[in-house]
């Protein structure tokens, strides 16, 4: 934590100089410790948080591929003059035991063009569709797979993703 505010200061601030530097540290010694004492934040946190950076960059590149997927999904559904839509309201469970691993789910789900998450309680989540096809399979998609991976990996449920 201490290392990200003094870049962050050292950015702000425009030059590199010894004084730039004297104070950033001695600004950010203390504020680093307030974070870790008040803020919950722990260098084993951080360290964590960055043995997942490859998870987090082949989950953005599956997020990125399905949005591609759904868009080209929702054209075709939008410009066939023969096919009617059929919009379906649908409730699925998973067993994801962090709340920011369910918020994650619900976010990708609506990220992805054609579905909406409505309503998350608990475990259950409650997702619009534009057609039934869209709707097939979002209850074991890949984002759900992904996202129990990391937790199985990590090793504690309720610990985040």
Known sequence: MFAWFLVIWIILNGRLTWEVVT????LCIPLGLFCMRFLGYSLRSELRLFAKIPWMIRYLVVLLSEIVKANFCVMRLVLSSKYE????LFTFRT???SQAAKVLLANSITLTPGTITVKLSGDRYVVHALDREIAEGTENSIFLQMITEAENADGSE????
């Open 23 to 26: 104070v950033g540290v001695v």
């Open 85 to 88: 839509p059929e919009p379906v």
């Open 95 to 97: 067993k994801i035991g």
């Open 158 to 161: 309720g610990s985040g993703v």
